[in-house]
């Protein structure tokens, strides 16, 4: 039983350097329609990821407008600044909220002024005019107007100001953008599968007869279909890799200009933290469009 196990699993072996060597010598036979698909790949790839990396980076900064978007709780004036400061773990406590920052009257002054130019004219403000108040950031801003409930209901909480209009933008536009990113990517693959298998289907047409042969003399399926499936994923790996260079070079020169210009408001995400589930992401689906490509190509020829 050994020799026959040993048997087997040379002719597998051989059969699947046979399926590799007919995957790569097809490449190269039929070199315009390899070169065809490859570029689609890398077009696809490189627009789908160039709609990725855009969507990232407003999801990024509407996550710093939200943080910026703090919910202002103003404290009692007959609380002393001590009792004040103790509120901050029943604050921390409430839920949706993630960090307080403790206000004095004495800043709260300063930064009212320092938000004047003419700081002269306030030289006769006092502190005792302002509250002490805590600034509170929330986890989730969609949740901000239940969060501004709950703080009304701490005893030593006078009012309660958040700005529910912008955080009600700001959730509705990362809905908006999210939604428009998936319905974008799920097109783009689509139309890429049907014009990769349209190509590949272009070079199995020329290859009708041989297949048809190969069928008739008792060649199964799979037989014929894996070298075209190894066919397909060389062909979908090296474009996603082809793919993925292009993309990381094209955000290093966005990234240039973006520095170049100074645009102050607008701070792109970092590739080095983004690369690696892109790259991932590149791979599978080149690897993804190549192989059912070529099954669905080879499906019609098959039928003999």
């Not at 103003?74 to 206000?103: C, G, M």
């Not at 950031?137 to 949740?143: G, H, Q, T, W």
């Not at 529910?164 to 319905?183: G, P, Q, Y």
């Not at 970092?270 to 991932?280: D, N």
């Amino acid at each position: 039983m050994e020799w026959m196990d040993t048997i087997t699993m040379r002719v597998n072996r051989n059969r699947t350097f046979y399926y590799i060597k007919e995957g790569i010598t097809s490449i190269f036979k039929h070199s315009l329609m390899s070169f065809a698909s490859i570029c689609i790949i890398v077009a696809f790839l490189i627009i789908m990821g160039s709609f990725i990396l855009l969507a990232v980076n407003i999801n990024s900064l509407i996550g710093e407008l939200e943080n910026d978007n703090i919910i202002l709780a103003y404290v009692h004036e007959n609380i002393t600044e001590s009792e004040a400061r103790n509120l901050a773990p029943t604050l921390l406590s409430i839920p949706n909220v993630t960090s307080v920052n403790f206000i004095t009257r004495e800043e709260a002054m300063d930064s009212f002024i320092g938000r004047h130019d003419d700081t002269d004219r306030y030289e006769d403000v006092d502190a005792s005019w302002f509250r002490h108040r805590y600034a509170v950031y929330v986890e989730d801003v969609a949740l901000i107007a239940d969060t501004q409930q709950a703080l009304r209901y701490v005893r030593e909480i006078a009012t309660v100001n958040a700005n529910l209009a912008i955080a009600n933008a700001l959730v509705t536009l990362r809905t908006v953008v999210s939604w428009v990113s998936v319905i974008i990517i799920a097109v783009l693959l689509a139309i890429s599968l049907f014009i990769m298998s349209n190509t590949i289907k272009l070079a199995t047409f020329e290859r009708r007869e041989e297949i048809a042969i190969m069928k008739i003399v008792g060649a199964t399926n799979s037989f014929i279909r894996w070298p075209f499936i190894f066919e397909g994923f060389i062909l979908g790996l090296t474009g996603s890799l082809f793919a993925f260079a292009a993309i990381m070079g094209l955000y290093g020169l966005a990234a240039g200009r973006v520095l170049e210009f100074e645009v102050g408001f607008v701070q792109l995400v970092p590739f080095a933290s983004i690369s690696v589930p892109l790259f991932m992401l590149f791979t599978g689906i080149g690897f993804g469009v190549g192989v059912v490509g070529s099954g669905i190509a080879l499906n019609r020829y098959l039928k003999v």
